[in-house]
Antibody, heavy 126, light 110 residues
Framework: QVQLQESGPGLVKPSETLSLTCTVS?????????WAWIRQPPGKGLEWIGS???????YYSPSLKSRVTISLDTSNNQFSLWLSSVAAADTAVYYC???????????????????WGQGTLVTVSS | QSALTQPRSVSGSPGQSVTISCTGT?????????VSWYQQRPGKAPQLMVY???KRPSGVPDRFSGSKSGNTASLTISGLQAEDEADYYC??????????FGGGTKVTVL
């Protein structure tokens, strides 16, 4: 059974870089699927941050693209998120998730988040 | 890409049916049949309830059903139960490997 677990600092200072890691167990991240990060500010809705395919190809939300990097660490079966120049608005629960896809006319289209980590709260404050 | 539009809240009595709408555009919901729905209970991670507009993952009760017409997708909960009280989010593929969520709907069981 696949499980995902986020880890990283719970407090980051403004203007610094947020860094989180998602450890995947029960499934190899190089076998298939996309792997994704989603966040949820306190009391607000979900926001897709970005995804990475097993090939290493990355896709980011247009609103965050200039500040986001996602990468794979295949030796440890992990993937990571870096978000630079953070501000108070980046305070949120950050989730990692497995992202299913369908291969067809449009290519390997990401379709649904079928497995989620428990989430980790990151607060941006001095 | 803008967030998909959902009603802030819907409510119903036990046994009734409720429907949550999710309105997008011809570039996302209207163009692709890749709409998914998530249930989120307080303090918990979201859980996939419906994918590819109408499909249910194993273990999800058949009381949950999805549909789509034009730029609007819908999630219907039939035979509402107390345990269905939660927040529900829709999500759609929007092209160029981008995904967009709705703002969320709180379902209250009266």
């Amino acid at each position: 059974q696949v499980q995902l677990q986020e880890s990283g600092p719970g407090l980051v200072k403004p203007s610094e870089t947020l860094s989180l890691t998602c450890t995947v167990s029960g499934y190899s991240i190089t076998s298939a699927y996309y792997w994704a990060w989603i966040r949820q500010p306190p009391g607000k809705g979900l926001e897709w941050i970005g995804s990475i395919y097993r090939s290493g190809d990355t896709y980011y939300s247009p609103s965050l693209k200039s500040r986001v990097t996602i990468s794979l660490d295949t030796s440890n079966n992990q993937f990571s998120l870096w978000l630079s120049s953070v501000a108070a608005a980046d305070t949120a629960v950050y989730y990692c998730a497995r992202l299913d896809f369908l291969s067809g006319y449009y290519g390997a289209v990401p379709t649904s988040f079928d497995c989620w980590g428990q989430g980790t709260l990151v607060t941006v404050s001095s | 890409q803008s967030a998909l539009t959902q009603p802030r809240s819907v409510s119903g009595s036990p046994g009734q049916s409720v429907t949550i709408s999710c309105t997008g555009t011809s570039s996302d919901v209207g163009r692709y049949s890749y709409v998914s729905w998530y249930q989120q209970r307080p303090g918990k991670a979201p859980q996939l309830m419906v994918y590819d507009v109408t499909k249910r993952p194993s273990g999800v009760p058949d009381r949950f059903s999805g549909s789509k017409s034009g730029n609007t997708a819908s999630l219907t909960i039939s035979g509402l139960q107390a345990e269905d009280e939660a927040d529900y989010y829709c999500c759609s593929y929007a092209g160029n490997y981008i995904l967009v969520f709705g703002g969320g709907t709180k379902v209250t069981v009266l």
